[in-house]
Structures are given as C-alpha cells and as structure tokens.
Antibody, heavy 117, light 111 residues
Framework: EVQLVQSGAEVKKPGATVKISCKVSGYTFADHHMHWIQQAPGKGLEWMGLINPEDGETLYAEKFQDRITITADTSTDTAYMELSSLTSEDTAVYSCATSRDWALPYWGQGTLVTVSS | QSVLTQPPSVSGAPGQRVTISCTGS?????????VHWYQRLPGTVPKLLIY???NRPSGVPDRFSGSKSGTSASLAITGLLAEDEAEYYCQSYDSSLSAWVFGGGTKLTVL
C-alpha cells in the first residue's frame, strides 16, 4: 500500500522559513516524481513544484520560484519542501503527492502552516 | 486567475446528471496534454477521480466519467448522491509555463 506521511502542523512568524517532510512507503521512492501543492483557506489547489528523487532535478511554479526549495533523500525515502520569507498569505495546507502518468493518485495527509505574528 | 477555467459552482437534485467544464488553451489541453479530475470532500485531501481524460481508478463508481475535446474537458456525474457534494478540480500540464496546472475548482451542491 502506497503511503505518504507528512510532518505535523507548524506555526511561524512572518519572515520565517518552514520545512515540511513527506515520508513514503509502498513503492520505490526514486521511480516517481514528488509534487507539492498548496491549499489556502477558501482557495483552490495551487501546484508549487516537483522533484525527481532519482537525480534531484526540480521544477518550480513561477509564483514560488524565489522562495521554495524541494529536496529528496533517497536513503530515507523522504521528500522535503522548504518555503522562506513567509507572510500571512502563506497560511495554508501543504500536501505532497506522487505522480503516475502525469496525474496525482497518491497524496499525503496535508500539513497546516499558520503564519502569524 | 487559474490557467484552467471551471465554473465556480454547479448544483443538481439527487438522481440527476451534472457536468463540470474545464476550459484551457493551446498550451495545455489543446496541446494534447491529458486532463485529470479530483474530488475534494470537506476537510480532506483531494482524491483522484478520473485520470488520462476518461479513466477511473479502482473503486471510483462508474457514475463518474470524463471527456476531452479540443481545448476543453468535462466531468459528468450521473445519479447524483448527497455524498457527491464536494469540490471538483481539473488538472493538466502547461507547456508554456512548464508547470502542472489546476482549475479553480467547482463546488457541487446536491439540492
């Protein structure tokens, strides 16, 4: 069974950096891209970026390009998403999801990040 | 403003059929990139409902179907049930942006 388990909720101050983890099991981590998606309150899904765990190559959405870093550790089958210079607009649930045939069939449970002074 | 355009809301009575449209452009759906659909129930993460335009993952009822033509795609739900009340999102890839893209989402209300 494919499982993606994310780290717990975070509360950050404006200007801070958050790093969320996503540990996978049930498939070969290096074989499939890992994506990150933002779900802000009252808003839709926003694709943030992806990583190919096999070679570490990344692709980021233009909106987050300057502030996001996605990494992958194949020794622990874990992906990470780091978002810097946080503002209240970054308060959202962040989910990892792994792709198959360009779709996203497997998702983590989501991590709530609250940015507040 | 989402790259893929969906109606903000649709509604239907139990047992009826509803469709949700997803309109793109020549750099995504029109460029022959596949369309996938997700259902997001309140308080949960999205669930893949339709992949590669018209395929249902195991466990998804055949009341859900997808289609694609030109620069648009559609999700159809027949025999509406109260449990279908959720948000629905389309997703594709955009070659101009080099990015995965989602529609803005459609809230389905079962009357």
């Amino acid at each position: 069974e494919v499982q993606l388990v994310q780290s717990g909720a975070e509360v950050k101050k404006p200007g801070a950096t958050v790093k969320i983890s996503c540990k996978v099991s049930g498939y070969t981590f290096a074989d499939h891209h890992m994506h990150w998606i933002q779900q802000a309150p009252g808003k839709g899904l926003e694709w943030m970026g992806l990583i190919n765990p096999e070679d570490g190559e990344t692709l980021y959405a233009e909106k987050f390009q300057d502030r996001i870093t996605i990494t992958a550790d194949t020794s622990t089958d874990t992906a990470y998403m780091e978002l810097s210079s946080l503002t209240s607009e970054d308060t959202a649930v962040y989910s990892c999801a792994t792709s198959r045939d360009w779709a996203l069939p497997y998702w983590g449970q989501g991590t709530l990040v609250t940015v507040s002074s | 403003q989402s790259v893929l355009t969906q109606p903000p809301s649709v509604s239907g009575a139990p047992g009826q059929r509803v469709t949700i449209s997803c309109t793109g452009s020549s750099s995504n759906i029109g460029a022959n990139f596949d369309v996938h659909w997700y259902q997001r129930l309140p308080g949960t993460v999205p669930k893949l409902l339709i992949y590669v335009n018209n395929n249902r993952p195991s466990g998804v009822p055949d009341r859900f179907s997808g289609s694609k033509s030109g620069t648009s795609a559609s999700l159809a739900i027949t025999g509406l049930l109260a449990e279908d009340e959720a948000e629905y999102y389309c997703q594709s890839y955009d070659s101009s942006l080099s990015a995965w893209v989602f529609g803005g989402g459609t809230k389905l209300t079962v009357l």
